[in-house]
């Protein structure tokens, strides 16, 4: 099956993907998040029209949007893992370099990879996979209709974990029906390294970007996980045990439950969507040492650690240019711009989802740092007022704090949690924006080495 109609558009690996290889190619990103460049004019147009239907109309869309990426059950067996990696390292300009990434998905390592101008390598894609008759709260009867075809994706690729996600407070319209087949390499494959081997000059720096959050999970077999939840709004226990929030949040939306059945626990893994999978640290080792380059590890806790230290090394980088640091973009999940960030001299601050820890962590930022002038603010839109969302009126209190400008970007306050013409809106005002500078030299990797490392600590490998 061609890579390109096996993942999902959808996901934070293809639109980080997608926002970086466009960047080191000296382009925007028209349709940020996903689609072509091409599909903006049609997809805007399409979008908008979905953001004026009624509510059950507009969810039935989205979820019909979802559903016609996902690869029939019957064809999963024949998505081999190859395919995939040089799927992805198709997207990227080949020339050498001194630095490059491998490894978690992240927003706000993408601008560090912006601003050195090195590629980076996801070790995890998403992708859906169709499947009928099962309801959105049910996520044991989601494991027992998938299991035969996620025996047939881990039989045909050996490389591969399979990290089984269902979430149904997020991705609850997408759930209805699909399911999600999150994959990591656990061994490099043959595309990443001669990908890296050609990219790399001699005495290169190859980082490894490890997440570290681990989430409840049932294990299916071998190399087959069922995760319980997503990370986001709700808490680990409240997937696993309910509690008010969940059991109104299941009311609002009709749902015969006030809980989710999900399979009993057996032990914790490397989360779905931005946790790494450490068994492929010992191939990058080797390659490494093979190639005579050094390798560093760059590891957090949470997705969200790393955006306040790129956020400053933006803003001390602008101010040691003698530029103004003092306009801030805060972007969410798959919506950010590296291209529009840098033209605008913006300072991009990166949030995992539109979320009430996100929102916490956005103002825990803003409370350390010195005021900005200019706040804009880029919300993904995923069509369902579920658990822990943040309220458009949260946000406001965000904005408020520009002491000048403070704006949603590419939001329709109305229409929000399912603005789904933000995708197409957010780059228009993006590009509206007056006062622009050229896109700077990259910046050298020791350079920002040093200030990762005067933030975060030695990023040697401790083998």
């Not at 690869?71 to 040089?86: E, H, W």
């Not at 939306?253 to 946790?275: C, K």
């Not at 949690?417 to 197409?424: H, N, S, T, V």
């Amino acid at each position: 099956m061609k890579p390109g109609k096996v993942v999902a558009s959808f996901d934070s690996a293809t639109g980080m993907l997608r926002a970086l290889s466009r960047f080191l190619h000296g382009r925007d990103v028209p349709l940020i998040g996903q689609g072509p460049a091409w599909a903006e004019p049609w997809a805007s147009a399409v979008l908008g029209l979905a953001n004026r239907l009624p509510r059950p109309l507009q969810e039935k869309a989205y979820a019909a949007s979802g559903w016609a990426e996902a690869v029939p059950p019957n064809r999963v067996g024949d998505i081999r893992s190859d395919d995939l990696a040089r799927w992805v390292t198709g997207h990227y300009p080949r020339r050498r370099g001194q630095v490059a990434f491998v490894g978690s998905s992240n927003g706000a390592l993408v601008h560090l990879a912006a601003a050195v101008a090195a590629p980076w390598l996801p070790q995890t894609l998403l992708i859906p996979v169709r499947r009928r008759g099962v309801h959105p709260d049910e996520p044991r009867r989601d494991l027992l209709a998938t299991q035969e075809a996620g025996n047939a994706l881990t039989s045909a690729n050996p490389d591969l974990v399979l990290h089984q996600m269902h979430d149904a407070n997020q991705d609850r319209l997408m759930i209805a029906g699909m399911t999600y087949f999150r994959v990591k390499w656990r061994r490099l494959p043959e595309a990443y390294r001669r990908f890296l081997e050609a990219s790399l000059e001699p005495g290169a720096t190859l980082v490894v970007v490890e997440c570290g959050l681990r989430r409840p999970v049932t294990r299916v077999g071998p190399r087959h996980v069922f995760q319980h939840g997503a990370l986001g709004g709700a808490t680990p226990r409240e997937y696993e045990e309910g509690g008010p929030r969940v059991a109104d949040y299941l009311r609002r939306y009709g749902s015969p439950h006030r809980g989710w059945d999900y399979p009993p626990v057996d032990e914790e893994s490397p989360e779905a969507e931005w946790g790494f999978e450490p068994s492929l640290l010992p191939d990058l080792r080797e390659l490494a040492a093979r190639n005579g380059w050094r390798l560093l590890r760059l590891r957090f806790t949470e997705p969200e650690e790393l955006s306040p230290v790129v956020a400053d090394l933006y803003r001390d980088r602008y101010r040691r240019r003698d530029l103004p640091a003092d306009r801030l973009l805060a972007e969410c999940f798959l919506l950010l711009e590296p291209w529009w960030t840098l033209r605008s001299g913006s300072v991009p601050y990166w949030m995992v989802f539109n979320t009430e820890p996100s929102l916490a962590s956005l103002t825990g930022y803003l409370d350390r740092s010195d005021p900005f002038a200019e706040i804009r603010l880029l919300l993904f839109s995923h069509g369902v007022e579920s658990v822990g969302l943040a309220s458009i009126e949260q946000w406001r209190q965000v904005l408020a704090r520009a002491e000048k400008v403070g704006v949603f970007t590419g939001v329709d306050p109305r229409a929000y949690p399912r603005d789904f013409a933000g995708l197409a809106r957010a780059h228009r005002e993006l590009s509206r924006i007056r006062t622009t500078y050229p896109i700077p030299p990259p910046l050298p990797w020791p350079d920002a080495e040093a200030f990762l490392t005067a933030r975060l600590g030695p990023l040697q490998d401790d083998e």
